[in-house]
């Protein structure tokens, strides 16, 4: 029998390939990696690689649709917000089962995901959308405060700003605006011209990973963001598993996470969803249709022991319909920190990662930063120095040995 072959679409700049494509290795599978610019390598290996047209889905999805007519496709798997739409519109065209397109391009676009969770009765805070072009004095005088002023489409907490007076929301708005006419930001076009506002949810936040089958939820994992995230900007630094909320707060994040996938349309794959919790239970900050960012996916391992399996492993599996031996992921508590950038500079050295390595408990430090870089902190900034990995018998003990590990780094900036 042939081997099922996987179209993986993945931008340039993303830190996901080696951890997919190492997936795909493992299953044996035939890979075709789709980027979305020419590679010198497309011509001497056309099966291996191809050239789309990410901006242009229907485009692209009858190129690939007369590829497949030779080389046909078990999969399309797409690994961030908007390789979900582009795969919706492949699989659609190949009549592959996926999320519809209008449900993708929903989760992607903050302000349409609001409207869609409102109109379902899901606990989202009130909103209002602007353009970039508004006086802000106008929405400032009766802003509800606190607020968060937000992009539509940037991620990594990028251009989300906290302001608690009309001055505050004055100088956010007008921040945003500037982060927006950056050139990456601009390139989404109209959805660069918003700027969403929304009353600020205080609580405790979790993210919730999850896949979706015929609209039913099942949680990978549940993660604790241990770092008190009340603004003005909101660096994700730790990701802790498993949760230590109550098991009835749990129950209801999934719930209401489930509720909101629906809400959306999503049906189908990877949900990475972040919510609030307080008193008043639940709030759904966003709901994407694609698995934990960057590097992060290393935190999870479904299984136990020489079985045990990655999060992409897993996730390939489920896109074609393999069997996956166990969704539970293992014992162990599990842990990762985002490091963050402490200052604006050019990066000149990093010292101590050895030292960081050897602290009890850490599996990894990836530094992904380079020496010379140019780092820039929230809200301008959206790329970590790297990421630290740990594992512990409880939560609290995963989470202090990335203290630990960070409070060895010496980042010398200059
Ligand atoms: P991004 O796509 O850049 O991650 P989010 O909308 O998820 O943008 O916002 C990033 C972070 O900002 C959230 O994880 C949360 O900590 C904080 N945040 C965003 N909106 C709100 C809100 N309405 N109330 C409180 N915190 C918020
Ligand atoms: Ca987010």
């Given at each position: 029998m042939a081997r099922p072959r996987l179209l993986l679409l993945l931008p340039t700049t993303t830190y996901r390939a080696a951890a997919f494509v190492e997936a795909a290795r493992r299953l044996d599978l035939d890979l075709t990696v789709a980027s979305d610019h020419a590679s010198v390598f497309a011509a001497v290996e056309p099966t291996a690689l191809m050239a789309l047209d990410f901006a242009r889905p229907e485009r692209a999805a009858t190129e690939v649709l007369s590829f497949a007519a030779e080389h046909p496709v078990a999969a399309v798997v797409g690994v961030d917000d908007d390789t979900a739409v582009l795969a919706a519109a492949i699989a659609e065209a190949l009549g592959l089962r996926h999320n519809s397109v209008p449900a993708t391009i929903a989760a992607r676009d903050k302000h349409r995901q609001r409207v869609l969770l409102i109109e379902a009765g899901l606990p989202v805070p009130p909103f209002a959308l602007h353009s970039v072009t508004d006086d802000p004095e106008l929405p400032a005088r009766d802003a509800p405060y606190p607020c968060v002023l937000k992009p539509l489409r940037l991620s990594a907490s990028r251009g989300v700003i906290r302001a608690d007076t009309p001055?505050?929301?004055?100088?956010?708005?007008?921040?945003?605006?500037?982060i927006l006419e950056e050139p990456d930001a601009a390139a989404c076009?109209?959805?660069?011209?918003?700027?969403?506002?929304?009353?600020?949810?205080?609580?405790?936040?979790?993210?919730?990973e999850g896949l979706l089958d015929d609209g039913r939820l099942r949680v990978l994992a549940l993660f604790d963001k241990p770092d008190l995230l009340d603004g003005p900007f909101f660096e994700e630094t730790i990701y802790v598993t498993p949760s230590r909320l109550p098991a009835a707060v749990q129950r209801a994040i999934m719930r209401c996470t489930e509720r909101a996938a629906r809400a959306l349309g999503l049906e189908r794959g990877p949900i990475h969803a972040e919510l609030r919790t307080n008193a008043r239970g639940p709030w759904v900050i966003e709901v994407a249709a694609r698995p934990i960012g960057g590097r992060c996916g290393q935190v999870l391992r479904f299984g136990e022991g020489?079985?045990?399996?990655?999060?992409?492993?897993?996730?390939?599996?489920?896109?074609?319909?393999?069997?996956?031996?166990?969704?539970?992921?293992?014992?162990?508590?599990?842990?990762?920190?985002?490091?963050?950038?402490?200052?604006?500079?050019?990066?000149?050295?990093?010292?101590?990662?050895?030292?960081?390595?050897?602290?009890?408990?850490?599996?990894?430090?990836?530094?992904?930063?380079?020496?010379?870089q140019q780092l820039v902190p929230l809200p301008e900034g959206s790329r970590y120095l790297g990421f630290i990995f740990a594992h512990a018998d409880a939560p609290e003990a995963a989470t202090r040995a990335l203290h630990a590990a960070h409070a060895k780094l010496d980042i010398v900036i200059t």
């Open positions: 001055e505050e929301f004055v100088a956010a708005f007008r921040r945003i605006a500037r076009g109209e959805p660069a011209r918003r700027i969403l506002v929304e009353s600020f949810v205080p609580g405790a936040e979790v993210a919730l020489e079985g045990a399996i990655s999060l992409e492993e897993l996730l390939l599996r489920h896109a074609l319909g393999l069997p996956v031996a166990s969704f539970e992921r293992e014992r162990a508590a599990s842990a990762v920190m985002m490091i963050p950038t402490p200052r604006a500079g050019r990066l000149s050295e990093l010292r101590g990662v050895d030292d960081a390595r050897a602290v009890p408990g850490v599996d990894a430090v990836a530094i992904t930063a380079h020496r010379g």
